[in-house]
T-cell receptor
């Protein structure tokens, strides 16, 4: 079992660009949550997907959007990137239990 | 005020020392998690607690629901224990987790 995987591992973008991050959940998991972790801080909840729908959303602007596919994998899209979007983006999968975290995608916005 | 507070923020110990990291929360929860994050970002779930105490190897986690407090203990600490330890809670009737800011542990040989 590969566990939770994310791609890419690192990414550099410039202000105003758009980015798509990808997450494949652990086998057997149907729920995917996305988190943003700024340097030196704990992760902040962005949103959670279940059955291809956004089930809950944290305090993030509409520039942050997502999608879940029938195979439960998920994408996080961020439009009109700001310098403050530079962070580690973590994906976690679960199935009515413990969340398992992926290695994260480190995004740098210049 | 953050819903999840951890202390200390940073901790340096000598190899072999007993370590305690504390977590207090201010919301109703269904479960509390202790996570370990190594440099580079990968997060590993250590414990999920809803009551009492759990032990795994040299790690022990306790929770007091009435006092809204949890502790993570590491016995006979080792340099490989150096990491950021994060406390997180599942809130009642809510699907998101709330995280503490983490405790950066450095164990020196």
């Amino acid at each position: 079992d590969a566990g939770v995987t994310q791609s890419p591992t690192h990414l550099i973008k410039t202000r105003g660009q758009q980015v798509t991050l990808r997450c494949s959940p652990k086998s057997g998991h149907d729920t995917v949550s996305w988190y943003q972790q700024a340097l030196g801080q704990g992760p902040q909840f962005i949103f959670q997907y279940y059955e291809e729908e956004e089930r809950q959303r944290g305090n993030f602007p509409d520039r942050f959007s997502g999608h879940q596919f029938p195979n439960y994998s998920s994408e996080l899209n961020v439009n009109a990137l700001l310098l403050g979007d530079s962070a580690l983006y973590l994906c976690a999968s679960s199935s009515r239990g413990t969340q398992y975290f992926g290695p994260g995608t480190r995004l740098l916005v210049l | 005020k953050n819903e999840v507070e951890q202390s200390p923020q940073n901790l340096t110990a000598q190899e072999g020392e007993f370590i305690t990291i504390n977590c207090s929360y201010s919301v109703g929860i269904s479960a509390l998690h202790w996570l370990q994050q190594h440099p580079g970002g990968g997060i590993v779930s250590l414990f999920m607690l809803s009551s009492g105490k759990k032990k795994h190897g040299r790690l022990i986690a306790t929770i007091n629901i009435q006092e809204k407090h949890s502790s993570l203990h590491i016995t006979a600490s080792h340099p490989r224990d150096s990491a950021v330890y994060i406390c997180a809670v599942d809130r009642h009737n809510n699907n998101d987790m709330r995280f503490g800011a983490g405790t950066r542990l450095t164990v020196k040989p």
